[in-house]
T-cell receptor, first 111, second 116 residues
Framework: QKEVEQNSGPLSVPEGAIASLNCTYS??????FFWYRQYSGKSPELIMS????GDKEDGRFTAQLNKASQYVSLLIRDSQPSDSATYLC???????????FGQGTRLTINP | DTEVTQTPKHLVMGMTNKKSLKCEQH?????MYWYKQKAKKPPELMFV???????INESVPSRFSPECPNSSLLNLHLHALQPEDSALYLC???????????????FGDGTRLSIL
């Protein structure tokens, strides 16, 4: 059973600080990693994709991947109250055409 | 604005009703997905269509019947649902690219379904 683990939170971060969200996965051969943001009552929104070891930056968001440690993270710089949401880590299942989702981390940015 | 459009946004139905959920995408994606999501849980995969053919059925009860009329459209036919089927139903689509592993999935806004 392929698994993706996330701390469910809630994670509280003061406005303007860096929010750090972490995810580990069990399938060593995984090649595709995604972060989705989901506001309450809304659908998941893709915010980052990462396929190679290292960092990938997009605006205030940085995804970090370490395949040797089977670890992927998302950093949000200069956190804003609008960043308050549940963040879902998803890992591509190489053997099937689907994503394996973590349980999600609920993030709250405090003004 | 989402590029995956789902209708209706809300649906209330009785346990004996028959209804359909619709999904449309115009991104040229060849893979489409149905998910079910309960509150405070991640999306749960139901079906995958690849090039208009059903490729994955995650042991979904037969009261849910998917259909893919063409590469842009995906339907989910509902019949004799149970109260526990009340949830947010999400459609997603993605490109097909076997060279890079799985491609990101783009979700529609969902249909919130309530079974009375």
């Amino acid at each position: 059973q392929k698994e993706v683990e996330q701390n469910s939170g809630p994670l509280s971060v003061p406005e303007g600080a860096i929010a750090s969200l972490n995810c580990t996965y069990s399938d060593r051969v995984s090649q595709s990693f995604f972060w989705y943001r989901q506001y309450s009552g809304k659908s998941p929104e893709l915010i980052m994709s990462i396929y190679s070891n290292g960092d990938k930056e997009d605006g205030r968001f940085t995804a970090q991947l370490n395949k040797a440690s089977q670890y992927v993270s998302l950093l949000i710089r200069d956190s804003q109250p609008s960043d308050s949401a549940t963040y879902l880590c998803a890992v591509g299942d190489q053997g099937a055409q689907k994503l394996v989702f973590g349980q999600g981390t609920r993030l709250t940015i405090n003004p | 604005d989402t590029e995956v459009t789902q209708t209706p946004k809300h649906l209330v139905m009785g346990m004996t009703n028959k209804k359909s959920l619709k999904c449309e995408q115009h991104m040229g994606h060849r893979a489409m997905y149905w998910y079910k999501q309960k509150a405070k849980k991640p999306p749960e995969l139901m079906f995958v269509y690849s090039y208009e053919k059903l490729s994955i059925n995650e042991s979904v009860p037969s009261r849910f019947s998917p259909e893919c009329p063409n590469s842009s459209l995906l339907n989910l036919h509902l019949h004799a649902l149970q109260p526990e089927d009340s949830a947010l139903y999400l459609c997603a689509s993605s490109q097909e690219d076997g060279t890079r592993g799985n491609q990101p999935q783009h979700f529609g806004d969902g249909t919130r379904l309530s079974i009375l």
